[in-house]
Structure formats: C-alpha cells, structure tokens
C-alpha cells in the first residue's frame, strides 16, 4: 500500500505519474473528485481498501488521511462515519498495523502557494485555507510517524531520489515476500488435506 499526500500544490500528481512510469504500477482509482465529493460512501471505501492489507498498490490520495486535512472546505468529505471518533480511531490502528508507505509531498508553503495562485482549479476555494492545509499535512506527517516506520517527506525542489527508490524497492520485495507466504500457506493446507485424505479408514481399505 503506497500512498502519496499533500496539499494542492505540492507536486503530488507529478510523483504519481513518475511512479506510475518507473515502477510499472497503475493508480488506485480515485473516490473523491476533483470538486472534493466523495464518489461512493466514504466508510465502505476506507473499509474495503485497508481490509485488502498492503499489496504493491499505488494511491494518489487516501481518504482517511486526506479528507481531515480538508475538512474546512464548503464540499467537504469528512463526512460520517468519519466524524465518528471510535471508528476513526479503529481505522487509523487497521491503517497503522498494515505499515503502508506514506509519501508526503510537502516542499516549501511558499513554493506550495505560488503554485495554487498560478494552477488553482478550485474556483479560488482551495487558496483562502491553503495555510491551514499545509499545516495539517505537517501535523498528520508528524503524528504518523509514531506509528509508520515507512515515510518520508517528498520535496521536488530538492528531491531525495535514493530514498525514493529505496522505499520502494522494499515495498515491492514486502509484496513478493507475503505472496510467497499465503501461497506456502495453501500448498501447506493442501499437503494436510491430501495427507488426511491417504491416511482415512476409506483409503486404507480399498
């Protein structure tokens, strides 16, 4: 599970797409529009992702992180159960026990903001609340961090490439490792099953 983070801005998309290109990985469908409306029911969305586990899968925003950061905004999408606080609390200890990479694309508020006053497609909505939002990342960045050991802060004017790269190599590696685990899971079972199987009164006595 890959997740990319950040304001408006902040070089979130062209990560995305830079990833998409190198690393042969297809975004996750977005569910919530470019106006911030959820696309279907925003707690069965969170639900149904983080019971996948992690997976080699690339999201260009999550829900369960993006829509606090955003919550001032008129079309909002912290919506319930999100404004439930024990069934956030149950999906922030889901998300933190699947350890997923989180990349935040934070590089500096001014060149953040430059870059809304001169790319805004919100109809002026997003700019006003611009500081409140890069200020939320931060703080969800920081809180994160007690808990996902598999982050790092994304700055395109000063890139870190290595660490990058090194991120998600491992992801890629963690992926095969666990398939190879459920799939010697099922050969296991099934070596049980036909071992019981030659061992029952039936096949002994024909």
């Known amino acids: 599970m890959i997740i990319v983070e950040g304001p408006d801005g902040a070089g979130k998309s062209t990560l995305v797409a830079q990833i998409e290109r190198d690393w042969g990985i297809t975004r996750e469908p ?3 529009s ?6 279907s ?4 969305y969170i639900e149904t992702e983080l019971s996948k586990g992690f997976g080699f ?3 260009d925003r999550f829900a369960l992180i993006s829509s606090p950061c955003y919550s001032m905004l008129e079309n909002r999408t912290m919506v319930w159960p999100l404004t439930e606080p024990d069934w956030l609390k149950a999906q922030y200890r889901k998300l933190t026990v699947i350890d997923p990479v989180i990349l935040w694309c934070l590089p500096p508020y001014e060149v953040v903001r430059q870059n809304v006053v001169r790319e805004d497609n919100s109809g002026g909505k997003i700019l006003p609340h611009l500081d409140v939002i890069y200020l939320n990342y931060i703080t969800a960045y920081a809180t994160m961090s007690n808990w996902v ?8 004017t000063a890139p870190n ?12 590696a963690r992926e095969e490792r666990e398939n190879d685990g459920r799939q010697a899971a099922v050969d296991a079972g ?3 099953a036909t071992s019981t199987q030659d061992a029952s009164p039936e096949s002994s006595s024909s």
């Open 149 to 156: 050991t598999s982050q790092m802060i994304w700055d395109y």
């Open 57 to 59: 899968r690339l999201y």
């Open 30 to 32: 977005r569910h919530v």
């Open 41 to 44: 029911p925003m707690g069965e």
């Open 190 to 192: 099934d070596a049980e």
């Open 161 to 172: 490439t290595l660490r990058l790269a090194n991120l998600l190599r491992w992801a890629k």
């Open 34 to 39: 470019s106006e911030a409306v959820a696309l």
